[in-house]
Nanobody, 133 residues
Framework: QVQLLESGGGSVQAGGSLKLSCVVS????????LGWFRQAPGKEREGVAC???????????????YTSDSVKGRFTISQDNAENTLYLQMNNLKSEDTAMYYC???????????????????WGKGTLVTIFS
């Protein structure tokens, strides 16, 4: 069973930065997708950024990242070498970034499909990010 645990949320002033973490426990296999999603009050959950891992060669794993247009240039997704923690570095935060942020995991997907929450099988409970001006 895969479990995801987010942390790092908080309340910051517009223009500030936060770094979210998601610790992944359990076995995702060698090919999978990990992503950050957010849901603002009264809105549907949306994909923010995701990483797809899989394919390549035994010595060089293929990894692709995708970022939504709304955060491109401000948010960066990354994964540590041990592959058990997913990060989201958020810079130049805006009031519209206020939301509950969730970590999701699912099968290996293609062409940015990992930005859709329809394909994720596992979810964390979320961490709240509040941006004030």
């Amino acid at each position: 069973q895969v479990q995801l645990l987010e942390s790092g949320g908080g309340s910051v002033q517009a223009g500030g930065s936060l770094k979210l973490s998601c610790v992944v426990s359990g076995n995702l296999g060698s090919s999978y997708s990990l992503g950050w999603f957010r849901q603002a009050p009264g809105k549907e959950r949306e994909g923010v950024a995701c990483i797809v891992t899989g394919g390549g060669t035994p010595n060089l794993v293929s990894r692709s990242t995708y970022t939504s247009d709304s955060v491109k240039g401000r948010f960066t997704i990354s994964q540590d070498n041990a592959e058990n923690t997913l990060y989201l570095q958020m810079n130049n935060l805006k009031s519209e970034d206020t939301a509950m942020y969730y970590c999701g995991a699912g099968p290996r997907l293609y062409s940015g499909a990992c930005l859709s929450d329809d394909h994720m099988d596992y979810w964390g409970k979320g961490t709240l990010v509040t941006i004030f001006s």
